[in-house]
């Protein structure tokens, strides 16, 4: 577990997962076990007077091994002196740590890393306590880019071409960076640990402060790397075992979620744009309206409708708008900078309402934990115009708007190499039917405070379902931007707008191409927290290659019998 080898998947022999090669004492250490120990050892040993000027000694450089190995070889201390470590000492000291908690910060489009959401750890302190969480440190292991290009960042994630690197930081500028700058949630799973585990995690954290890995989006990502740390503390644990082809942060939750007596507390740290909406479902319509109107400017705290509120509807939106400035402050999208006005602070400090209710906060996103798994397995039937089918279907990853949203973004889907076999009864053969590589649906409900669009991207393989030629597929792009609109945000109710453009490639087309978009509404509704139903309409338009005109209407049904298996109904028409 220390020197992270694996198994090669060819040719026999064991790899390390680090790729700094100071990590390792011998120049074949990566791939020779026998060899790295042998180094070591002879390092450990080493006198003092011969180590570098300004360089550390080993047994400073690899505590977690030398802390190992004189468990396991009882060392003789008259053979081998054990080193002061003045740097690692106060560090340890520094951060005089008695706990350590999993921090899971949620879903965050924007960014290709953070689209699956992000897991780190934090160092709970014995000198801060419990209700001074903000200056403890955290630690993160994330890529180090080198480009600000999305798709290039992207690729290089999936390929390894980055360098990922832990780092220790102040735990507010995290909470500053996550729930202030991208305003999302965070969840806080304060895990059970014997000082002398924390000792040895700690221990190898300061070994991969000094090295490097390869970072791949799917697998040694940051949540992957968390649970190395965990398992350092416990080993028994073996919690990277459980994972093969991806490990995404909600399905490390529920995993760390499942070890008996690991968690003590789950703790929700609500984003700043969170407690300014919790604090707007409280007002009425009328003080909707002047928060609105305070926001835009065409009111102020003068108008002679705030003076008419009550002291409790006044500290209510006074605290809502300084949420809303504090949020506007860390966005960087003006040149002049957002400062909360005297007159405002003077207003709020003047009300004797200590408290509007903040402590009982309502969430508005859902444990990820208990979410449903990432991966899907899909089995149905059907017909067409000609023939039944069996479908078969799988999804390694990861969310889609017709699946039960507990602990996702309940706006918003990503599909990540969703592919669909059917097998047609009649004609005996078997054909891909769709293969959805890459596919994201933000939809953003009208706010009046923010504009923002809903937007969507997908890319793939698809069956040319108004051609009738022998079910040929197509390689299809599409990208759209639109509108959406929920009545409050615990609404069952989802309206839909998108205008697409669309690219599409195949044998079956004349001139082998199409090139076009589509205009679509629908709607969401939640007839019950398990039963939803999506309604859509779209207006298809191709004027390069194949030119044609037509029109599609879906509707979907499902109904969740538990958590992670569903039921669905789909009826589609092409016209």
């Known amino acids: 577990l220390l020197l992270k080898y694996n198994r090669k998947v060819f040719g026999g022999g064991v790899v390390s997962e680090a790729d700094g090669m100071d990590f390792f004492n011998s120049s074949i250490g ?20 011969k180590v570098a000027k300004d360089a550390e000694h080993p047994q400073c450089n690899f505590p977690a091994r030398f802390k190992w190995l004189k468990q396991q070889l009882q060392f003789d201390p008259k053979q081998i002196p054990i080193q002061h470590c003045d740097r690692l000492d106060r560090w340890i000291k520094t951060l005089d740590p008695v706990g350590v908690t999993l921090v899971f910060a949620s879903y965050f489009l924007n960014n290709p890393a953070s689209m699956f959401g992000h897991t780190l750890i934090r160092i709970d302190s014995r000198r801060t306590g419990p209700d001074n969480q903000l200056m403890n440190y955290g630690a993160n292991y994330a890529a180090v880019p080198d480009t600000d290009n999305a798709f290039l960042y992207a690729l290089k994630g999936l ?25 999302r949630d965070l969840w806080e799973y304060q895990l059970k640990f014997t000082e002398d585990q924390l000792n040895m995690m700690l221990l190898h954290l300061w070994e991969l402060g000094g090295t490097y890995f390869d970072y791949y989006y799917f697998q040694e990502n940051c949540s992957y790397h968390i649970l190395s740390l965990l398992e350092i503390a416990n080993p028994e644990l073996r919690l990277k075992d459980q994972f093969f082809f991806s490990v995404i942060p909600t399905d490390t939750l529920k995993l760390v979620m499942a070890q008996k ?39 102020t705290i003068e108008d002679q409708r705030f003076a008419l509120l009550p002291e409790n509807s006044k500290a209510l939106l006074l605290n809502a708008y300084m949420d809303y400035l504090q949020y506007l402050s860390m966005q960087r999208k003006t040149e002049k900078e957002v400062k909360i006005p005297r007159s405002v602070l003077l207003a709020r ?33 059907g017909h ?23 602990g996702y973004d309940k706006n918003s889907e990503i599909i990540f190499m969703d592919l669909k076999l059917r097998y047609y009864l009649e004609s005996e053969r078997i054909r891909l039917d769709q293969a959805k590589f890459l596919a994201i649906t933000a939809l953003n409900p009208y706010d009046p405070l923010f504009n923002k669009f809903s937007w969507r991207f997908d890319v793939g393989i698809d069956t040319l379902k108004d051609h009738d030629c022998s079910y040929c597929n197509a390689f299809k792009g599409s990208y759209g931007r639109g509108l959406s609109y929920r009545p409050h945000f615990f609404s069952p109710l989802l309206l839909f707008s998108f205008a697409d453009v669309k690219a599409e490639f195949s044998k079956g087309l004349k001139d082998y191409y199409r090139l076009g978009g589509d205009v679509e509404i629908g709607a969401y509704y939640d007839v ?45 028409r092409y016209d």
Not at 386 to 396: K, M, V, W
Not at 549 to 555: Q, V
């Open 30 to 49: 990566k791939t020779n076990p026998e060899a790295e120990l042998a180094a070591t050892l002879a390092s450990f040993f080493l006198p003092l007077e």
């Open 159 to 183: 390929i390894g071409s980055f360098e990922g690197r832990f780092a220790i930081f102040p735990y507010y500028t995290k909470v500053q960076e996550y729930n202030n700058w991208e305003s």
């Open 261 to 299: 007596d690991l968690v003590k507390q789950v703790d929700y740290r609500p984003a700043v744009l969170t407690k300014m909406n919790h604090k707007r479902m409280l007002m009425t319509d009328m003080e909707q309206q002047l928060f609105q109107d305070i926001v835009k400017e065409k009111a």
């Open 349 to 381: 400090s003047r009300l004797p309402i200590s408290d509007d209710g903040n402590q009982q906060i309502k969430h508005f996103s859902t444990r990820p934990d208990q979410g449903h798994g990432t991966d899907r397995l899909q089995l149905g039937a």
């Open 384 to 406: 067409n115009d000609h023939e039944s089918f069996l479908e078969f279907a799988y999804r390694p990853a990861y969310h889609d708007l017709m699946a039960k949203d507990t």
């Open 528 to 572: 019950t927290q398990n039963w939803r139903v999506k309604l859509s309409g779209s207006y298809q338009i191709f004027l390069l290659g194949e030119t044609k005109l037509f029109f599609t209407s879906h509707l979907v049904t499902r109904y969740a019998i538990t958590q992670d298996l569903d039921a669905r109904i789909e009826l589609n």
